[in-house]
């Protein structure tokens, strides 16, 4: 069983996700919290496989809430639940170490894969916003950085990154580019030396950010 915890102020739009997740199998939600307060006090419980966190909240919202749990539970998973106005955020959110995003409006099918693979140690993050994200960060201006100063990646490493930025496992990018898992392994630590990121999700952040990446 995948025991997951579902952590959002709106009490109609736990009670549907909670249903919803009846439908499938082998998924059980073992706790509700409204606030990030009340989901720390859950985890002292019973520490779930994965969390859906909202971001705002009353009391502490899901980037605080998020950034506790990681510093006491290293391996929690948590996938945000975005809605439309939260990019503004994710920035934090994926530093604080979340493994990954979804909007609010998928459907059942995304939400389980999304489930599933955080519950597999793989990342997600749900296309529409990567979009959104590198359109907000266009529009911000924040690609006009100076090419002398832009790190140089080889070609190798932008196919890899890219892998990355899908969600894709070692194997997955490797089997896509004919390369060994351990290679790409190579290439990740590379990338993560180079970008100065202490983790994947802020590489993809990074990514987005200076324009290495545009996912379609």
């Known amino acids: 069983m995948i025991h ?3 952590v959002d102020d709106h009490t109609i739009f736990r009670e549907g996700l909670r249903l919803l997740m009846t439908t499938i199998s082998d998924i059980d939600v073992i706790g ?11 985890m002292e419980k019973q520490i779930p496989d994965v969390v859906l966190m909202d971001i705002n909240m009353p009391k502490m919202d899901g980037i605080d809430a998020t950034r506790a749990a990681i510093e006491k539970y290293p ?6 639940l ?29 939400m389980e894969n999304a489930i599933r693979t955080i519950h597999q140690g793989r ?36 196919e890899v990154l890219e892998g990355i930025c899908e969600g894709l496992s070692n194997h997955e990018i490797g089997e896509k580019l004919f390369i060994s898992p351990r290679t790409v392994d190579g290439h990740r630590a590379n990338l993560l030396s180079k970008s100065g ?3 994947t999700a802020s590489l993809v952040m990074w990514s987005i950010k200076n324009g290495y990446v545009t996912l379609t």
Do not use: H, P, T, W
Not at 32 to 37: C, K, M, P, R, V
Not at 75 to 80: A, F, G, Q, S, V
């Open 75 to 80: 391996e929690i998973n948590i996938l945000i």
């Open 82 to 110: 975005s809605m439309y106005g939260d990019e503004i955020y994710l920035e934090k959110a994926m530093e604080a170490g979340v493994k990954g995003f979804i909007k609010k409006n998928a459907n059942i099918e995304e």
């Open 32 to 42: 509700e919290a409204q606030n990030g307060i009340e989901f720390l006090e859950l």
């Open 197 to 199: 990121c202490k983790n």
């Open 4 to 6: 997951i915890a579902i």
């Open 123 to 158: 990342s997600y993050y749900a296309s529409d916003i990567v979009e959104m994200l590198a359109i907000l960060y266009k529009n911000r201006n924040i690609n006009s950085i100076d090419k002398e100063k832009k790190i140089v990646l080889s070609s190798r490493e932008i």
